[in-house]
């Protein structure tokens, strides 16, 4: 006899078992897996269930004013501008490939 995991034990516990009728007649004719069963559910009933506090409409601001002052404040990226491509290394080295093409195909070209 193949004895009941304690998943299927916690699925059964919540109803989310695929074969409760299964489980239900195995708990029945085990007492190993009764026993499982009992003190599994005893653990699982002191867990109680926390209520959720209700948040009213002002609850997003609240929170930012708390975490204002240790947040840094966003910069935007700078744009890529004719000047920007220009200034970084990836910007020279396609402006030297196309030069270097250029060249090369008039080269070719004669
Ligand atoms: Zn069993």
């Known amino acids: 006899m193949k ?3 304690e998943e299927q034990l916690i ?9 409760p009728a299964a ?3 195995h708990l029945e004719a085990c007492r190993n897996c009764a026993q499982a069963y009992s003190s ?5 009933e002191e867990i109680k269930p926390v209520a959720v506090p209700a948040r009213d409409a002002a609850y997003g601001e609240e929170v930012w004013r708390s975490i204002r002052e240790s947040v840094p404040a966003y910069k ?8 920007g491509w220009f200034g970084s290394n990836w910007g020279f080295a396609a402006v030297a ?5 250029l060249v090369t ?6």
């Open 3 to 5: 004895h009941i995991s």
């Open 11 to 19: 699925d059964y516990y919540y109803g989310e078992a695929e074969s």
């Open 23 to 25: 489980i239900g007649e």
């Open 40 to 44: 599994l559910t005893n653990d699982l």
């Open 76 to 83: 935007s990226p700078k744009s890529k501008s004719f000047r």
């Open 97 to 101: 490939t196309a030069c270097l093409l």
């Open 105 to 110: 195909t008039f080269f070719a070209g004669r």
